[in-house]
Structures are given as C-alpha cells and as structure tokens.
C-alpha cells in the first residue's frame, strides 16, 4: 500500500542517503554490525544469552511475571562491559502490543541470568480490546497537541501500561510545530472514551556552542574526485545540510574555520560523535550509538538557536548572534546521547520525570566524549554550552552544581512536575558527584550535598561511572523515574566491580547525597555477592483432580559462592498441594516439585508462584490447568531431543518417553509421525509400550528429501486417551552440502536491527554468486537493508533500502558475487530503517 505522508517524505531523504552509500568498500560494515559484535549462532555467548533470558521469561522469573493473555516477544540482544549481555523484550496482551509491557533481562557470558527488570506487573484480564472511538478520530484528537500539523501517520491499536491503571489506546503520530518548535508526537488517545491518556515527544531539544577543534582528522569517505562527509567506518554517520544528503566535494579538505559556514559544522559535528562512537567503543563496551554498530546522521543549518534529536537524525543550529553553529563536542555529544537513550531497552519513555533522565543522558554522555576526546581547545568541565554565550546567560547547565543556574541539586516529589530541562539536574549533579566526588581538589570544582545526605562523597573517575550509567541504561524499562535509575546503577556497579567494591559504596552515596533514597529490597555493598537465580522446566502443565503435575526446578551459582536455597510453593489453587524431592538445594542443582491436585481442586489455570530462599529470595511460576473432566487413567509423552539436524539420506533419533499420570499404566501405541519431508519414514522400536516405557523413534530420510526445516508430530494412543509431540528436523541438502537454512523466527522492529546465522559445512571457496533466499514478514521491504557476512568477516550488501511506496516482503531471491571460504557462520543483518512497519524473518537459505 501507498505510504502515509509522513513516512513517504522520510522515505526521500534516505533515498540520497543510500545514494551516498550505494559503493562501500568490500570489507565496509553493515548498518547495525561491526566486526566484533557477536553473531546470534548456536553456542556463541550471545546466543547462549538469548537461550538463557527466554528461558527466564519462560519460567516467569522474579519480575517477569505476567498475566494469562500475556506474551514476551524478544527484541534484542545487547553486549556490554565485564562480558555481560542485556536481553530486551516487549510484551503483548491479547495480541495487542503493549506500551510500558518492556522488560529486560540481564545475563552472564557463562549463561547466568543475573538480574531481571520490568516497567510493570501482570495486566488485569478485564482490559477491553474493542475500541469504540475510531482511528480517523483518534488522529484528530492527537493533532491538537500541535499548533501546526505538517504529517500524521496511521494510530495503532495497543494496551497503555503506563499510568493509573492500563487501558486500551490508540497511538497515533503526529509531526509538525509545537510551541514554535519542531515536535514529533507518539499521542496516545482513550480508544474508549477519547480523551489523552498520555503523549511523548521524540525531538529532544537541546543547545550548544559554536566552539571549532581547528584541524582535525575525520572519518569520511571517497576517492580519486569524488568525496562525501559519510563516515563509512562507522554506519549511519554522516553529515549535511537540511536535505538530509551528506555534503561531498571534489577533495577530502572540509570547511573554512568560518563560524557561519555549514561545511564547518560539519567538520566539528563529525568529530564530535566519532570521538563518541569511539569513547563508547574503548570505555564503555558499546557498539555504536544504537548498540548494535551504527549511528544516525547529523544536520546542520537548522535556522533556530537550537539543536536537537527528533528520533531519527541530529539537527544543529546556531547561537543567538549567528556567529557560530551549535556543535561543539558536549553539544553534539548531548543529542547523540538522546539517540542512546532512544536505543537502549525502554525506548524514550513519557513524563517530565523520565524526560529529564534522558536530557541528563545527553549532557552525561556529552561530558563523557569531552573528557574522552581530552581536545585542548575545550577541555572536560562539566559544563553544557560552557564555550558560547548562546542566549546572553553563559552556560546553559552546571553538573557540578545544577542550582547555580537555577536548576535543581536535589530530587524532590516536585521533580515529576518540573520542567525537562530542569529535572535532570539531580541526575547531572550525582554523575559529577560519582566521577569526581564532592570535593575532588586538583583544580576541579567542589559541588555541594544535599540535606540528609553522606558528609562526603569520594569520586571514581568518570570513565567508571560511565560503565555504571551504561549498565544502568541497559536495564531502563520505558517506565524508568530516578528511583529506578538508583537500583539500576548500584545493580550495574555490584555486576562491574563487585559488592565489596568502592564503586558500589560511592554510587550509593552519591544518590543519598541528591536526596534519592534507597528502594526496598536494593543489595548492600561490602557483604557477599553470592547470588543465584531459579528456573522451571517445563513451565505449565495440566492435570485432572486426583491427578499429578511434576516440573524441575534448576538453580544456577550467578556470583560468589554455591548456597543452600529452599523451596517453597504459593498461589496453590483450593485442595492442591506441593511437594518438592529434595526441599532444599545447594545452587547449582536441581529439585523435583510434584504438585498434587485435590478431587476437589475446581476446574481453572493457576499461576503458582515457587520461591528459592537463600541469600537472596527469586521466584519463578508455573501455570497449572486443572481439568473439569477428570480421566480415571491418563499418560503423557515427551521426545528427548526435540530437534535435530542430518543430511539428506541420513537418519536422526530422539526418546519417545512415556509417563502414567492418572491411574494404573496402559499400553501406548506408536504408530504415527505426521508432518515428515517426502521421502521420509519414521519407525518406532518398540512400536507400542506400557505407559512409564520409552522407544526410539528413528526419522530416515532420502537423499532426494529436500533441504528444509519440518515439524513433525509424534501421535500415542492409549486406552483412555491420545497425546502428542513434535520434533523439529532440518535436512540439509546432498548436493555437497552447499544449501543451508535457518528456519528459525526473528522479530524486526523499528530502527533495530535483527540478525540470523547459518553454519556451512561445505568445503573449499564459496561459489560466485552464493544463491541467497529470504522469505519476509513485513509490510514495508522498501524500510529493510539487508547485508551478509561471510565467515572471513566480510560483508556484502544483498538488498538495499529505499523508495517511495511500501510492498510485501514475501520471498525474494539474490545472487551475490563473494570472494569466500564456504565453511564457517554465514550472518544476515536487516536493518530496519524506519518508522510504522514491523515483521520478522521466517526463514532464509544460502546455497554456497
């Protein structure tokens, strides 16, 4: 279908942009990859941490609860500093996305879940789902937040999590001016009665300073006559005028050192945030401004004292007496800062509270690229707008101490109600307090506490208090107020340097020193950090009254040292009880909870809440059905493995386990397995078994079986009753082993970028073109840039984005010229570059 205006005028600016990139060097980086961001294969560390969190989820873990027409969907997954990966999620609720339903959940390289973050609890059943007020009517209230509307694009329907109690909401989108200056509005509207229920704004507005760095050495791209301000090096960077397009010229000499020149701006704007890229690179353990290697464009020419993010590119003015242009370093580095607020888990959430978190996100990390870049010409102050009289006023904010310029030290229950601006001093005032204390000497300004607060505070330098505040934003849910951002940091500092560590004390005392309490149940700092986590397996399971529900409950050692965990079992539905074999356990092993359902137990699903009691306390939930219908004798069946992987013409085996659940045993036939490839058999020794036997099921296949992935299902009939299971088979083709596939679904969301791997066993050098299949779920392909890296590291572009007007997907096929070795990971990248359209990957193929 034909694109909304708002998305089509986007859609011509990336246009020039693809244009600026359509020849990259061979071995150039993919939108969202660098060479050393993890691939999603089986067995890496991300991988593994992908397994780990959606088994977490799975099992319901601690904050992960969630109600019964609920589901967690994975978004991404996140590397970051001490090898630890953040594993982001969004939530649905009766199909409906959910906004305020993100959770996070925090892993080890080692396959430890080591914390669990969620912007809220489980939703009420009783949410309705059918609006009664119209989209066309939704969009019309939303265009009264703005005094000019230029754009709107189609409202969603979704569940609002955030506020008093969810409601059912249209989120419609709104572009245009809004109190004199540019606004693009996310406008949620009661889809029931049409009044707002809440509204964000995605351009961040900030100001700055027209400092120049003189001659420095840029990133940009080209050769021979033609060059580009396109840093290609780091994609996604780029700088240029109010078109959108990168400036270029016929050398690679840029700007005058003219306050007033555009190509000046440039210059300065492109330093700027590749000493960013490159401080969270070398200090922070992050892979590009959006985390998963790539960054976003800037302009310059913006006609206003102002520069800002508007959730897909920067925008640079100038000061008041048009003397210089707004991008120096903590300028630049401030609204590049919003586009990392934006990237990491939670989003840019709503409120003046949150708002203020992200403003001081932006001067956070503007102060961190300033002491990172160590430029003479401006050196590390703590000051945003320190280097231009912007207004007539000087600085324009004061992290050392934010009440200087009028600005609050401390938080107060007046910060949700304060301006955005002014609400993130407090935060601003603690980062100083955490980098350099409260009276660091050396020339550095002393910065005063607040009421309550510790009689000093003893800084840890401001590149450790950056991996505090990084670890912190990678738990940030969309619902994130300072309180959380304090249990945040001091979770991110025990992770970094370890409870008994000066990191961990000085991070809390410097939110006691801006008057921001400890929340209940946050760790202490210098006891031990032994810890561990909880998991079940299966997580739901049904039985009839009379009859029996069993699960495993695991246990892993995250920190410190094994610890004896009880267990205990609550939320037990009337006449039913738990048993657990043994009732405690030392972390690292494993107990067998039975829950045994009375003959009175009334028909219904229970979540019960098991809870491990160490050191530390964790939960876990298992749904039981309780069925209405009692058999007086019933089984269950089980495969071991569930999957498994041959060539064609090779055979794969799995356990077919039986158990009696209600009454004595009966005899099980095997007869069935439905679902298999042509050419396949299945056959079952024994063919039949007493419930409480097992058999092994061995799926042989033809050498002319096609390549693919098959999920077959495996039928027991008894007595009483018929079971099933299924077992997901991938053949891989015969013709040397050169057609590879991953069948597996990927989740693509807006400005992320999602990736799939496939491991060739094929020999010797890739044949060129390497055949390549892509089957798409998604309403825009024209938002999708696709690249592959082959196992050297290399990457190839497959499918560009681009155009005016929004098709299907479906299945589409490329040829690919590569110079490569045919055996190793072979990884897919989409990217998806825009806003309104969302899908996954099915399933994709290369033939080497």
């Not at 800084?459 to 619902?479: C, D, E, F, P």
């Not at 495993?552 to 939320?571: H, K, M, P």
């Not at 057609?739 to 807006?750: G, H, Q, R």
Request: proline content about 5%; glycine content about 12%.
């Amino acid at each position: 279908m034909k694109r909304k205006a708002l998305l089509a005028a986007v859609v011509g600016v990336a246009t020039a942009t693809t244009l600026a990139l359509q020849t990259p060097p061979a071995n150039a980086a993919p939108p969202g990859a660098a060479p050393q961001q993890q691939t999603a294969r089986m067995g890496d560390p991300a991988s593994l941490a992908a397994q780990v969190a959606d088994k977490a989820v799975s099992s319901q873990l601690d904050e992960l609860t969630r109600g019964p027409d609920e589901a967690y969907s994975r978004v991404a997954v996140t590397p970051g500093a001490a090898d630890m990966f953040y594993v982001s999620y969004e939530r649905t609720y009766k199909g409906l996305p959910m906004v305020g339903g993100d959770a996070v959940v925090v892993t080890d390289a080692a396959g430890n879940v080591r914390d669990t973050v969620a912007a809220t609890g489980p939703t009420p059943g009783d949410v309705p789902t059918r609006a009664t007020i119209s989209a066309g009517k939704a969009t019309e209230v939303a265009r009264t937040k703005l005094s000019r509307v230029d754009d709107t694009a189609a409202p969603r329907l979704v569940v609002l999590a955030w506020g008093e109690k969810p409601r059912l909401a249209w989120d419609a989108m709104v572009s245009g001016i809004a109190d004199g200056k540019p606004s693009i509005q996310h406008v949620f509207v009661d889809a029931r009665t049409g009044e707002i229920a809440d509204s964000y704004d995605l351009v961040r507005a900030g100001t700055g300073n027209g400092y120049y760095y003189g001659q420095v050495t840029i990133g940009t791209s080209g050769s021979g006559s033609s060059y580009s301000m396109t840093d290609t090096s780091r994609p996604g960077i780029q700088c240029g005028g109010q078109n959108g397009s990168a400036y270029t010229g016929t050398d690679d000499a840029w700007g005058n050192g003219s306050g007033t020149n555009l190509e000046t701006a440039c210059v300065d704007a492109l330093y700027s945030v590749q000493r960013e890229w490159d401080m969270l690179r070398d200090w922070l353990g992050r892979n590009g401004i959006n985390g998963s290697g790539r960054g976003f464009p800037a302009r310059v020419g913006l006609a206003d004292v102002n520069a800002y993010w508007n959730g897909s590119y920067t925008n640079f003015g100038h000061n008041q007496a048009n003397t210089r242009q707004a991008t120096p370093i903590d300028v630049v580095a401030h609204e590049f800062g919003h586009a990392i607020f934006q990237t990491t888990p939670g989003g840019a959430g709503s409120g003046n509270e949150n708002g203020g978190l992200n403003e001081a996100t932006g001067d956070i990390f503007g102060a961190l690229t300033e002491a990172y870049a160590a430029n003479p010409n401006d050196p590390a102050d703590y000051l945003v707008g320190e280097e231009v009289d912007l207004v007539g006023d000087g600085p324009i904010r004061n992290m050392y101490n934010p009440s200087a310029l009028g600005d609050p030290n401390c938080y107060s229950s007046s910060i949700p109600g304060t301006e955005v601006h002014a609400a993130a001093g407090p935060l601003n005032h603690w980062f100083y307090l955490l980098a350099e204390g409260n009276n660091p000497g050396g020339g550095k300004p002393s910065s005063p506490i607040c009421s309550g607060g510790p009689s000093s505070v003893t800084g840890v330098g401001i590149q450790n208090a950056g991996k505090i505040y990084m670890g912190a934003l990678a738990r940030k849910t969309s619902s994130w107020r300072y309180t959380n951002v304090r249990a945040a940091s001091v979770a991110a500092a025990i992770e970094l340097f370890g409870a008994n560590s000066a990191q961990c004390n000085t991070t809390k005392a410097a939110w006691s020193a801006i008057s921001v309490a400890a929340a209940s149940g946050e760790p202490a700092c210098g006891t031990s950090t032994s810890d561990f986590s909880i998991s079940l397996s299966p997580t739901s399971g049904s039985a009839a009254p009379g009859g029996q529900a069993t699960a495993t409950v695991g246990t892993q050692t995250t920190s410190g040292s094994a610890q004896t965990v009880s267990l205990s079992a609550s939320g037990l539905p009337s006449g039913t009880t738990a048993s657990f074999s043994p009732s405690s356990v030392t972390s690292g092993n494993s107990s067998t909870l039975t829950l045994s359902v009375g003959s009175s137990t009334a028909a219904g699903t229970y979540n019960i809440t098991v809870t491990g009691t160490g050191s530390t306390t964790h939960t876990a939930t298992y749904a039981l059905t309780v069925s209405s219908n009692p058999p007086t004798r019933d089984f269950s069946m089980s495969l071991s493995p569930t999957s498994g992987t041959v060539q064609a013409g090779s055979a794969a085996t799995t356990t077919v386990s039986t158990a009696t659940t209600a009454g004595t045993a009966q005899t099980v036939n095997l007869s069935s397995a439905s679902g298999l490839p042509t050419g396949a058999t299945a056959v079952f020794n024994p063919s039949s078994v007493t419930s409480g036997g097992s058999s092994t099921l061995t799926i042989s296949t033809a050498p002319t079986t096609p390549a693919g992935s098959y999920t077959i299902t495996v039928t027991g009939t008894g007595v009483t009753a018929t079971h099933t299971a299924t077992y997901a088979l991938t053949v891989q083709s015969t013709s040397g082993g050169r057609t590879f596939t991953n069948d597996t679904n990927y989740p693509i969301t807006d400005f992320n970028n999602t990736q799939s791997s496939i491991t060739s066993t094929a020999t010797g050098t890739a044949t060129s073109p390497v055949r390549i299949s892509i089957t798409i779920s998604h309403t825009c392909a024209e938002d999708l840039d696709i690249w592959v890296r082959g196992p050297s590291g290399t990457w190839y572009a497959v499918d560009r984005y681009g155009g005016t007007t929004c098709t299907q997907y479906g299945t589409r096929t490329f040829s690919v010229p590569v110079s490569q070795q045919a055996a190793g990971t072979w990884v897919l990248d989409i990217e998806d570059v825009y806003a309104g359209d969302t899908g996954f990957i099915d399933s994709w193929s290369i033939t080497v």
